[in-house]
């Protein structure tokens, strides 16, 4: 959004300051040269995260050098420019939307073909990695578990596994296809779930590692019931 461009510029400001008191970098040849290097590190990163594949680069240096010469003599207003690009980063989340959703039914679809899959009446799926004999929570429960959260396309965004510390919470602390899946495990146990966006987070998605509308795969383990 347009907010995050402004903070963009506030930090493309602090970067110049602090890159004047450093040593000038050893493949550039002076100190313009390395935060014009900098600033374009940061506007090809603010691209890349804003989901833009392409770009005209010799427009967007003519638009760099047409502010930076302050004569007022643009292609586009200032204003027009910020219409036309919130319209444009909209139409491309809409985009974005609609892809996630479909990619996410159709993993759906293929996943409770496999042998071992159980889906739920809600549509949770999940099948076991290892049996425990132990009791089962209760939605009034807190649970202690490891976990390794990640997207359809294998992108890993959280997992207890990786920090090597389990983590506790209560059962109906958490989105709706754990506090199902939860009940359904036994101390001990070890499953894998996918889990529809709908029982997910759904159109508001999670931060910047979840898009909206993302289908889930987790690996469960429940260490215990507190």
């Not at 995050?4 to 493309?12: G, P, V």
């Not at 890159?19 to 390395?34: E, G, H, K």
């Not at 889906?119 to 049996?131: F, H, I, N, P």
Request: hydrophobic share 40%; charged share 25%.
């Amino acid at each position: 959004d347009m907010d995050s461009k402004s903070q963009l510029q506030i930090l493309i400001f602090c970067l110049f300051m602090f890159f004047s008191s450093l040593v000038i970098a050893q493949d550039l040849t002076n100190r313009v040269d390395s935060v014009s290097y900098s600033l374009g590190l940061m506007l090809g990163n603010n691209i890349k995260k804003d989901g833009i594949k392409e770009v005209n680069q010799e427009i967007v240096a003519k638009a760099i050098e047409d502010v930076m010469q302050d004569d007022g003599d643009y292609k586009i207003t200032r204003q027009a420019a910020k219409i036309y690009y919130t319209n444009y980063m909209t139409a491309l989340k809409k985009e974005k939307t609609k892809a996630a959703r479909a990619d996410g039914e159709a993993y759906l679809l293929k996943n409770a073909t496999k042998k071992g899959v159980i889906t739920t009446a809600s549509g949770l799926q999940y099948e076991v990695m290892k049996k425990g004999v132990g009791p089962m929570p209760t939605a009034k429960d807190k649970v202690e578990v490891h976990y390794h959260g990640t997207l359809i396309d294998g992108t890993v965004f959280d997992s207890s596994v990786d920090r090597g510390k389990t983590i506790s919470f209560p059962v109906m602390g958490v989105i709706k296809g754990w506090q199902e899946a939860l009940q359904l495990m036994h101390v001990g146990d070890k499953l894998k779930l996918t889990i529809p966006q709908s029982l997910a987070y759904g159109k508001r998605g999670a931060g910047a590692n979840i898009p909206p509308y993302s289908t889930l795969v987790f690996e469960v383990e429940l260490f215990g019931i507190q």
